[in-house]
Structures are given as C-alpha cells and as structure tokens.
C-alpha cells in the first residue's frame, strides 16, 4: 500500500523560511515522480515543484522561483520543500504528490499525479 506522509508544516512570519518533507512508502520511490502542490482557502490545487525519477531536473511555479528549493532523497523514499522569504499568499495547505512516470508536459497537471499524501498547513502571517 502506497503511503505519502507529509510533516514540517507550521505558522511563520513574513520573510521566515520552513522545510517541509514527504516520507514514502509502499514503492520503489526512485521509480517516481514528485511533486508539491498547494491549495490556499477557496482556491484551487495549484503545482508548486517537481523532480523527476532522475533527481537532477527541477520545476518550479513561476510564483516560487529563487525562494523555493526541492530535493530528494531516494534512499530514504523521501522528498522535501525548503521554502525561503515566505509570503502571505503562499499559506496554503501543501500536499507531496508521485506518479511512476509524468510526461514532461503534464508535470504541473494535478491529474497527472496517482498518489497524494493528506497535506500540512502552512500559514505565513504579515
């Protein structure tokens, strides 16, 4: 059974900096996709960053660019977020994503993706 656990979500204030992580399990994680998403109150799931099986290519949303930073670590089935210089607008909850195979095309497509952890809470305050 695939699992994906999120943890590292919490309140910070404008300017501050959080590392969230996702922990797999229930697949050979290096065989797999990535990827953040996010959904702030009444708004859709939005893609935030990806990696590919291959841990060198990165994606980011135009919207994170120079703050945000993923990464991974195949031997521990896991992937983190490290995000620098929050913003109010990027509280939001944060949900890991993987799919054994994404096209590069469809990487920001949430309908790409078939398992999704429950997500962790990320309020920046002004």
């Known amino acids: 059974q695939v699992q994906l656990v999120e943890s590292g979500g919490g309140l910070v204030q404008t300017g501050g900096a959080l590392r969230l992580s996702c922990a797999a399990s229930?697949?050979?994680?290096?065989?797999?996709?990535a990827a953040w998403f996010r959904q702030a109150p009444g708004k859709g799931r939005e893609f935030v960053a990806a990696?590919?099986?291959?841990?060198?290519?990165?994606y980011y949303a135009d919207s994170v660019k120079g703050r945000f930073t993923i990464s991974r670590d195949n031997a521990k089935n896991t992937i983190d977020l490290q995000m620098n210089n929050l913003q109010p607008e990027d509280t939001a909850v944060y949900y890991c994503?993987?799919?054994?195979?994404?096209?590069?095309?469809?990487?920001?497509?949430?309908?790409?993706?078939?398992?999704w952890g429950r997500g962790t809470q990320v309020t920046v305050s002004s």
């Open positions: 994503a993987t799919k054994e195979w994404v096209i590069l095309s469809a990487i920001e497509r949430e309908d790409q993706y078939h398992f």
């Open positions: 229930g697949l050979t994680f290096s065989r797999y996709t």
């Open positions: 990696m590919r099986q291959g841990a060198t290519n990165k």
